[in-house]
Structures are given as C-alpha cells and as structure tokens.
C-alpha cells in the first residue's frame, strides 16, 4: 500500500460502543508503534452520543478518546472523505445493513472484513457487569487491534489484506 496512511473506518450501527472502542484502540496503538494507520468509526444509525462505559474503559486504560464522536457513515460516502484502505464491521446487525459504497485509495474499494463482539451495553449484572463487558471487549478489539498493526503494511495488496484481515477476525 502505497499510501502514506492506510485510513480504517470501523462500522457499528449505533456508533456508541464497540465501533469507538476500535477507533480509539487502533488510533492509540498506531500511534504507540509508529505504524500509518490513522481509525475512524462511524454507524448507520448513530446515537449522537458515546456510551460513558466505552468512554471509562478507555479512560481507565490510559487511551485517549477526545477525538471520538458518534456519527453517520454517510460522512465517508462523500468525494471528500478520506480514501479508506480497510472497513470493518463490529456488530452483527451492521455486518447485514447495505453499506454506502465507500472510495479506497488508488481507485480500488476498500478490503472489508466483519469481527464481531457481543454488545456490553447488553451485559447482565447492572453497572458492574457492564464495565467489566466493556473492558473485555476493550481488551479483544485491542488484541485485534495489535495484529492488524503487527502485519507489513506497506507491502500488502488488496487481496493479501483481505485475507489477513479475515484471519485475524477467527482468531
């Protein structure tokens, strides 16, 4: 990829949740590792606001999430958008919704790939229950996070991105 940020905009119907936990994971770490990445999420029917516990288990991991805001993936379907290299769906209800058609870089569409995770606004046990849902998917969109970091790049075609990217999502 020649590009010199391989932008990833990371897709939740709500926009509230797991989609900004991806963004401010994947951006934290980037940044961490020197890697080109630069996240972005966004959803199909945002709510306008992020989920305090998203925001707390991001605050309790040291992750700065000031950037992030609840917003419509129509903000990326625009000629002005930023050129996307990868899209990525988090929840099962936005992996089934028709998605605008975004652009990628060098007039290919981006490599998309789905990684779900339960939502923890749904998690049992009151408000402990949801922190401690929260953390954990905090913790697996961040081991995901690492790996999609941890592969070269720069060197990848399309294809070869798509496939590390649907393997990454099994493990």
Same mark, same amino acid.
């Given at each position: 990829?020649?590009?010199?940020?391989?932008?990833?905009? =990371?897709?939740?119907?709500?926009? $509230?949740?797991? *989609?900004?936990? &991806?963004? +401010?994971?994947?951006? #934290? @770490?980037?940044?961490?590792?020197?890697?080109?990445?630069? &996240? %972005?999420?966004?959803? *199909? /029917?945002?709510?306008?606001?992020?989920?305090?516990f998203a925001l707390? +288990?991001?605050?309790?991991?040291?992750?700065?999430?000031?950037?992030?805001? *609840?917003?419509? @993936?129509?903000?990326?379907?625009?000629?002005?958008?930023?050129?996307? *290299?990868?899209?990525?769906? =988090?929840?099962? $209800? /936005?992996?089934?919704?028709?998605?605008?058609?975004?652009?990628?870089?060098?007039?290919?569409?981006?490599?998309? =790939? #789905? @990684?779900? !995770?339960?939502?923890? $606004?749904?998690?049992?046990?009151?408000?402990?229950g949801r922190r401690?849902? %929260?953390?954990?998917?905090?913790?697996?969109?961040? !081991?995901?996070?690492?790996?999609?970091?941890?592969?070269?790049?720069?060197?990848?075609?399309?294809? +070869?991105?798509?496939?590390?990217? +649907?393997?990454?999502?099994? $493990?």
């Amino acid at each position: 990829m020649s590009e010199r940020f391989l932008n990833v905009l =990371v897709l939740c119907t709500h926009n $509230s949740a797991r *989609s900004v936990l &991806a963004e +401010a994971m994947l951006n #934290h @770490w980037a940044r961490k590792l020197g890697r080109p990445v630069e &996240a %972005f999420s966004a959803g *199909s /029917a945002p709510s306008g606001q992020i989920n305090p516990f998203a925001l707390e +288990a991001l605050q309790r991991a040291g992750i700065d999430a000031r950037g992030c805001r *609840s917003k419509s @993936w129509d903000e990326f379907a625009t000629p002005d958008a930023p050129p996307l *290299s990868i899209v990525i769906t =988090v929840c099962d $209800s /936005a992996a089934a919704e028709p998605c605008p058609v975004f652009t990628g870089g060098r007039g290919e569409p981006p490599a998309r =790939v #789905h @990684w779900g !995770y339960p939502d923890p $606004s749904n998690a049992e046990g009151g408000d402990d229950g949801r922190r401690r849902a %929260f953390e954990l998917t905090r913790q697996a969109i961040g !081991y995901r996070a690492l790996q999609l970091l941890a592969l070269p790049l720069e060197q990848m075609d399309r294809r +070869a991105l798509q496939a590390a990217l +649907a393997e990454i999502g099994r $493990s």
